[in-house]
């Protein structure tokens, strides 16, 4: 059996095993199952040919999970911090295998398909996952509102934001090698961690690839709570999509605002109403432009601290600098006092040009502290990052 060093979670070398596949399995009361999965567990392994280790995350066990997994051959990880992410982030600290596989401890996954990940591992893969969806739902397996709604919905979302090409994003099967677990840098700490594993796998450029499965009913009592690990997913997401989050309500905010000031500017002799209406306008271009910075400020700490690439803004950064955002600000906040001071100072009774002016100036000002607060992230003009290989 081949052997390699190994790398943790935190990036650090461990020494050299000979285990080639650990196979992770959180639970959380699944005294019924557990014995049959830990030993078809062994049974994948053997059916591989392959060098491994069953681990069993004890994520708070109340029955005797744990004693039975011990003595179906098992080594057993305690995790007191509940959750199905902690249970894995500690299940693949522990891990000593060149490969780690991740499976669900209630018997729905077949750890007969451990031959075909670790086929695809060795043939080049770095993060396989499990399909669902193109294998076998049988019946009783899956809620009918998860197959037919809540998966797919979600899966479409992070193909179209970051990865592409997963039919089954929260497959509960799923396995990478050791070595890209430190540039993944996984952090979640529910269910979502699913979720964050696609996603990063994704930005990091991983190769990925899938392998049809079966799906079976469970043994014993879910433990989903299906609204709130929904929500947990969605939000995982948003926080890891700034353009979606921030940039594109940002812009259509501030473009309704400014448009619809300007507008109402332009046409004499509304009603009094019409004021009202140009300080709501006002208020959604400050909130707009608010958001489309918060965009640039995300996407520039995702880049310059967590390793992520976006070319549009590498590419911009060789040609603004801190002066030229402060000069722009500047422009825009004199054209603002400009029309403020045409408007105000000149006896113009109807005050709506006038609101236009203090929204250019208090745009003006949130730009000068965004240049500011980009220049403190390391974008002055001597602080450009240098070329490197992203995702490594």
Request: one cysteine or more.
């Amino acid at each position: 059996m081949s052997s390699s060093e190994a790398t943790g979670t935190t990036g650090e070398a461990a020494p050299q095993s000979p285990i080639e596949v650990s196979v992770i399995l959180p639970c959380l009361d699944e005294e019924a199952a557990i014995e049959q999965v830990v030993r078809a567990a062994w049974a994948g392994l053997a059916a591989a040919d392959v060098t491994g280790e069953v681990l069993v995350v004890d994520n708070g066990c109340a029955d005797r999970s744990a004693e039975l997994a011990r003595a179906a051959g098992a080594s057993v990880i305690d995790e007191p911090r509940r959750g199905y992410g902690s249970a894995c982030l500690a299940g693949l600290t522990a891990a000593r295998g060149r490969y780690a596989l991740i499976a669900d401890a209630d018997g729905t996954y077949p750890l007969d398909a451990i031959p075909l990940f670790v086929e695809k591992l060795r043939d080049g893969a770095e993060f396989v996952i499990g399909s669902r969806f193109k294998g076998t739902i049988h019946r009783g397996a899956m809620p009918w509102a998860n197959r037919y709604l809540g998966n797919p919905i979600l899966t479409t979302i992070v193909n179209l934001l970051f990865v592409g090409g997963v039919s089954d994003v929260h497959c509960g099967l799923r396995a990478c090698r050791r070595e890209v677990l430190p540039a993944l840098n996984l952090s979640a700490t529910g269910m979502e961690l699913a979720t964050e594993m696609v996603i990063k796998a994704g930005k990091r450029g991983l190769k990925v690839e899938e392998i049809p499965i079966d799906y079976h009913p469970r043994i014993g009592e879910s433990k989903l709570a299906r609204v709130g690990d929904a929500w947990r997913h969605v939000r995982l997401m948003l926080v890891h999509s700034p353009t979606f989050l921030f940039s594109i309500p940002g812009g259509l905010t501030t473009l309704t605002g400014l448009v619809g000031l300007m507008v109402l500017a332009c046409l004499p002799g509304l009603p009094e109403p019409w004021t009202g209406v140009s300080v709501a306008f006002a208020m959604l271009a400050v909130v707009g432009v608010g958001l489309l910075q918060l965009g640039v400020l995300a996407r520039t700490y995702a880049v310059v601290y967590l390793g992520e690439t976006d070319v549009l803004l590498e590419r911009g950064w060789r040609h603004i600098r801190l002066e030229h955002g402060l000069a722009a600000s500047t422009i825009v906040g004199l054209i603002g006092f400009v029309i403020t001071a045409t408007s105000f100072f000149d006896r113009v009774e109807d005050p709506r040009l006038g609101i236009l002016g203090l929204c250019l100036m208090t745009i003006s000002s949130q730009g000068v502290f965004a240049a500011f607060f980009l220049s403190i992230l390391g974008l002055s003009e001597h602080a450009i990052l240098p070329p490197r290989k992203r995702g490594a």
